[in-house]
Structure formats: structure tokens, C-alpha cells
């Protein structure tokens, strides 16, 4: 796991440790000013994400950086570890060094672009927002491309065929404009216990066994 990586990283950096405080650094120094996102997302972690989406919109290297970003938010996902490892608070700046640099290894990055990004985060003690950055600068990107998100949430994992059906019933209808394109996750989430939720953009459809319980719940106590 990617969590064992970091800690393997933060033993080799122990020697080295230095207490001596960093300046803040700011990535978007970096971005041109002709350059913007195409949507707006907000919190500090949205702020990060549109710098560097900028910054890698100047550099066209956008492509290869949601690459690198999406292989890392795989392995934060699946490494609940890591997480509390990044926000730690006790982390010095060659700690946070060795946390970038496996970072870097693990993603594949081969251009500057993360890497300057991730030293930035670093250097401004915010590796915490990693998370909420690669979710926000996921959605700029996907607005760039014309994409459409379609989230299809199940009580176990849907099999390729049927999400392929889906995606094209979807694609024709009303809920997806001309020249856009969906892009399909399938989140499990057992609590809805059969049936689908689907979200396509700012719309959710409930086709949900649960739902249809607590219609039926409501109906019957509105009865009573």
C-alpha cells in the first residue's frame, strides 16, 4: 500500500530532518492570466485545483497531469492511511519532501508540473487537500472535455454490459446536451439495497428499492 511507501519514505528522511520554517509558495504564480477553468470550484482545495489546471493548461500538459492525478486519487482511495498521513500536522519540511517524492514515483510523473505542484502543497503544509484537489480539478477537467458525469449507484457493482446500455439510453435522452459525452462511474453503495440511483449532471433519478420503502413508510404514517 502506498501508506507503507510514504512511511518507508519519512524513516529514510529522519536524519535529515530540518525544524527551519519554509515560506509559503504559490503555484498559480505559475498560471497565465488568459488561461482560465472552465467551471468555477470553490474551497481552498477548489483554489489548488484551478491553479493548477491553469498552470497545466500553459504548460499543455493538461492531459498527462489528469493522468498522474487520477492514478494517485486510485491510491489514496484505496490507502484510508494515507490520508491521515498527509494531514498530519508533526510533519517537517523533509518529511513532507519524502512524501512528495514517493508521491511523484508512485504516479509516474515524468514533467515538471505535479511535481511543482506537489512541492508547492508541501512547502504550504497542505498536502491534506491532495484528496479534494484531484476530486475538483477531476470535475474542471471533465468540464473542459464537454464530458457529462453520470454517477450509477447500485447495491453491488454493475457488470460492462449494462452500464454500456445505460450510458447509451442516457446519451440519447433529454439529460445530456448536444456534442457532450458522459462519463460513467458506478459507485456500490449496499444501503440502497437494490435498484439504481442515477445522477447525471445536477439531476438524480431514484429507482431505488430503498426509496421506494420510504415512500411506502410515508404513505402508510400519512395513513395512520
Do not use: C, H, W
Not at 485545483?49 to 499543455?60: I, N, R, V
Not at 486519487?73 to 490520508?83: C, I, T
Not at 508540473?113 to 479534494?132: C, I, P, Y
Amino acid at each position: 500500500m502506498l501508506s507503507r511507501q510514504v512511511f518507508r519514505s519519512l524513516r529514510a528522511a529522519a536524519p535529515q530532518r530540518a525544524f527551519a520554517a519554509v515560506p509559503a509558495r504559490t503555484f498559480a504564480a505559475a498560471a497565465s492570466a488568459d488561461v482560465k477553468a472552465p467551471i468555477a470550484v470553490f474551497g481552498l482545495d477548489g483554489t489548488y485545483a484551478t491553479a493548477l489546471y491553469t498552470a497545466a493548461s500553459k504548460t499543455s500538459t493538461l492531459d498527462a497531469t489528469a493522468k498522474e492525478l487520477a492514478k494517485l486519487g486510485s491510491l489514496v482511495e484505496k490507502d484510508s492511511k494515507l490520508v491521515a498521513i498527509l494531514s498530519a500536522p508533526t510533519l517537517t519540511p523533509a518529511d513532507r519532501s519524502a512524501v512528495v517524492a514517493e508521491l511523484i514515483k508512485q504516479a509516474g510523473a515524468s514533467g515538471p508540473t505535479l511535481k511543482n505542484f506537489l512541492d508547492t502543497l508541501a512547502e504550504n503544509n497542505r498536502l491534506g487537500l491532495l484528496n479534494g484537489v484531484i476530486e475538483k480539478f477531476g470535475q474542471i477537467v471533465s468540464a473542459a472535455r464537454g464530458e457529462v458525469e453520470m454517477t450509477v449507484t447500485s447495491a453491488q457493482a454493475l457488470d460492462s454490459k449494462l452500464l454500456s446500455r445505460l450510458e447509451n439510453a442516457v446519451a440519447k435522452s433529454s439529460y445530456v446536451g448536444q456534442g457532450k459525452k458522459l462519463k460513467v462511474t458506478n459507485a456500490v453503495n449496499p444501503d440502497i439495497i437494490g435498484g439504481l440511483v442515477v445522477e447525471v449532471g445536477d439531476r438524480t433519478i431514484d429507482l431505488s428499492v430503498s426509496a421506494r420503502i420510504s415512500k411506502m413508510n410515508k404513505l402508510l404514517t400519512d395513513n395512520l
